[in-house]
């Protein structure tokens, strides 16, 4: 495959404009096969040395899903607690995981230690393997999206705890909630725009050098 055609093009740029974070979900739930098709755009992401350090913990059971929600509800809590005035009120409106009613949750580590890749590369800047593993979500999204489901990244919580309840081996971080499901409702403006807390930007030209 040399080229793509300019259907395709159009396409994906379709794709990635549809693309949302969601946080409303319906509750019937998503095929094995559907989830593992999504799941293969991880082994397709590039990766700092090849060294491919993402993690990837289902989080299935009842006691997992509770640890998670009760640590996102203290981290939200706490982050409530940070606002004043308008900006407060409003982050109290905000609906900022769907860990609630999300049919699949992922919880997804970067495994600092690994020895895959030898080092190439994240020698000079270690946080690269983390990167890696950022660009990595990035495409299980858009494959998520070209499936008709939706993603939701939640990184209000707190991380260490995390990783002690769920029980993962030493020297993962963690990167990414990810609440996975059919949306509710598909949308071209991000929630935050709509609920009035940030607007994104126009495309701006790079800085030339
Ligand atoms: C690294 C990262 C962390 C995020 N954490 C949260 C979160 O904890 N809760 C939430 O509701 N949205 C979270 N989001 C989603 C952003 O709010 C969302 O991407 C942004 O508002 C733009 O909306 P869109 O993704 O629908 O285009 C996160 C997104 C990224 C990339």
């Not at 006691?63 to 606002?83: H, I, K, P, Q, V």
């Not at 020297?171 to 725009?193: F, I, K, M, N, R």
Request: include cysteine; aromatic fraction near 8%.
């Amino acid at each position: 495959m040399s080229q793509f055609s300019p259907d395709f093009q159009s396409e994906l740029a379709d794709l990635m404009r549809w693309r949302r974070d969601v946080r409303r979900f319906r509750t019937d739930p998503v095929d094995e096969a559907v989830q593992m098709r999504c799941l293969d755009a991880f082994c397709m992401a590039p990766s700092v040395g090849l060294s491919e350090p993402w993690r990837i913990v289902d989080v299935a059971s009842d006691a997992a899903r509770g640890a998670a929600l009760a640590n996102f509800e203290a981290a939200n809590s706490d982050a409530l607690a940070g606002y004043e005035g308008e900006r407060a009120q409003v982050y109290g409106t905000l609906k900022l995981s769907g860990m609630r009613d999300a049919p699949v949750q992922l919880a997804i580590f970067c495994d600092d230690d690994t020895p895959k890749g030898a080092g190439l590369g994240a020698a000079t800047m270690p946080e690269m393997r983390r990167y890696s593993v950022v660009g990595a979500i990035t495409h299980y999204w858009l494959a998520a999206r070209a499936q008709g489901l939706g993603v939701g990244w939640v990184s209000i919580l707190d991380p260490a705890r995390l990783a002690r309840d769920l029980d993962v081996p030493q020297g993962w971080d963690l990167v990414a909630y990810l609440c996975v499901g059919w949306p509710q409702a598909d949308s071209l403006t991000p929630e935050l725009e709509t609920a009035g807390w940030e607007t994104r930007e126009a495309p701006r030209a790079p800085i030339r050098r």
